[in-house]
């Protein structure tokens, strides 16, 4: 009995003595820090994170939250996002950070972990040839509406769509218009394969999640939808690839309409890095999940607020119908559209898809302009939410108020830093810094022609009595609440 009291004696000193000199004691926590009770903590975290991140936000420089496998150190305010964006590589990765959060070997493949051609294919010849593939992206977004709205209404009945599911399969169209092309980009069996593909992502992440770092390594080769998902996409990609090369052996430098499309890109980058086509297909994988939740998300958002507010749609078709009159559909059209990219970016500060951003992973300690140390092996991000509901940053930050970065735009010769695409340390919706979404450029164009012609050719409301749905979370990922919203088409359509 005695020997069993000192064994537990030990075992609690030791616990003790662990959680006194933890290199992250002296930064608070939010919730209990004490050995076990921290779980209780991370619960809070995990289902109420908007809450916890704002408690903070409004009390600390630095603070930590429970996870269920680690602390994460968040910094508070504008000042402190820009520094953690500056952080230098030699002291903290981005990469490594969403190794910790995401676990890519398991919910996406070795290679998006260890060979990211994808950042570099759609930072580099997907955005600089976003003039050249804006028209295919309208094309494919009308074309895409048309099926999937437009060819449901009769008359000028109200039909009822549920947005997140309508929007996913928009945006999957227009995306893989761009990713591989007509006529796989229309193909069904492929469109749900990426589309399931995104969303159990998510799913294997958050699964992932809830177990200790020890156990990640065993249980993650058992989650088997990114395996399989990529199997079942390699039928229909791996052909095309092939016949690529054998296009480009053939005619080399004189194949005149080689495609300008992600899989031509990412083929070039997998070249230069000396990478077989299985990186190429792995890579189109992630691209597309990066892409398709994202995005759905940020449109079915916005979707909402006009379903909220109807009378919404007048100033903002006003300003869709004369910019498409002087420059029709073009990637100009949409730079002029300062209403419209106002209210997505609006959409989008209220909102987000998540609610950290700047995510980095330390690998030494790293020494903060207050003064706090956060030691090696940390993860450490900018609480994005709470700095979009800052005072300090927007005035009235809890209104949403769609012209906010319109009228700020009229009243600021440096009008560009309050577009939509653009980031800064209080607009961290797309991340800021050097590891800043690489695909903003691309989703923002997408977003707008989608929006605009929404605008165009139909009135949307909620049903009567229906209320904007609140967002919830699963740790810091923004799910947006479920309504169905109604779709009118306008009449007369316009040309
Ligand atoms: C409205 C839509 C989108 C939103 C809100 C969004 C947001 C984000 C955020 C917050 C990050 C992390 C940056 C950070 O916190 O430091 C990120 C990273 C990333 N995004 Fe996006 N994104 C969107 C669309 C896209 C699209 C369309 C693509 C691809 C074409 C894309 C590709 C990526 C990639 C590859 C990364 C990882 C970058 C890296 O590891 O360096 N995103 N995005």
Redesign the pocket.
Known sequence: METLGAIIGVFVLTILLKWRFDPLYSIPAIGPSFPVLSYIGAYRYCTNTRAVLEEGYSKYNVFKVAMLDQWLVVVSGADLNEELSKVPESYAT??KA?QDLSQLRYTFSESVADQ?I??TT?RGP?TKNLGIIFDDVVDEVHAAFADTIGSKMQGDDWISIAPMTVMSVIISRA?NRVFVGLPLCRNEDYLNIVRGFTFDALNARFILSLFPKSMKGIIGPFIPWARRATRKASVYIRPIIEDRINKLRELGEKWADKPKDYITWAMEEAEREGQPTQVVIESLMF?NF??IH??SK?MTQALYHLAECPVLAAPLREEVEEVIRDHGWTKVAMSKMWKLDSFMRES?RFNG??HI???RKTSQDTTLSDGTVIPAETLVAGASTATHHDARNYENPTVFDPFRFANMRAEDDAHIKHQFVSTSPGYV???HGK??????F??VNE?KVMMAYILLHYDVKFKPGQERPENSSRWHVVVPGHADVLFKKRLPVPA
């Open positions: 981005s990469h969403a990211p994808h950042v759609i997907l995306s691209a990066a892409a994202t995005s940020s989008q898809i998540t951003a700047i995510m919706a797309f991340g590891y800043a979404c690489p695909g903003r691309f989703a977003l």
